[in-house]
């Protein structure tokens, strides 16, 4: 059982930033990757980045550049720092973990927050 809590979202201008957060909480976690989706209106899911426990990272080439994720490990946390915003950005982020809890493998989503990139 793997609870995900998304927070950061909101609107902004473009050019601006947004930075997300994601804490998991559970018992007996072992999470090898998490990391950011998101779906804007009318097109499939996608992947924003994603991290390791060791720390190595994939983006999507739309946010390379300008997005960066990290992760806390002793608080089970990934974040998400957004610069450079477009409109095109704009849509409905989601936190994802793949991992172990209790000695079964978990691929948890988090509800998703709200980013919109607007004047």
């Known amino acids: 059982q793997v609870h995900l809590v998304e927070s950061g979202g909101g609107l902004v201008q473009p050019g601006g930033s947004l930075s997300l957060s994601c804490a998991a909480s559970?018992?007996?976690?072992?999470?090898?990757?998490m990391g950011w989706y998101r779906q804007a209106p009318g097109k499939q899911r996608e992947l924003v980045a994603t991290?390791?426990?060791?720390?190595?990272?994939n983006y999507a080439d739309s946010v390379k550049g300008r997005f960066t994720i990290s992760r806390d490990n002793a608080k089970i946390t990934v974040y998400l720092q957004m610069n450079s915003l477009k409109p095109e950005d704009t849509a409905v982020y989601y936190c994802?973990?793949?991992?172990?809890?209790?000695?079964?493998?978990?691929?948890?989503w988090g509800r998703g927050t709200q980013v919109t990139v607007s004047s």
């Open positions: 559970g018992s007996l976690l072992s999470i090898n990757t």
């Open positions: 991290i390791t426990t060791g720390g190595s990272t």
């Open positions: 994802n973990t793949r991992g172990y809890s209790g000695g079964l493998g978990f691929n948890s």
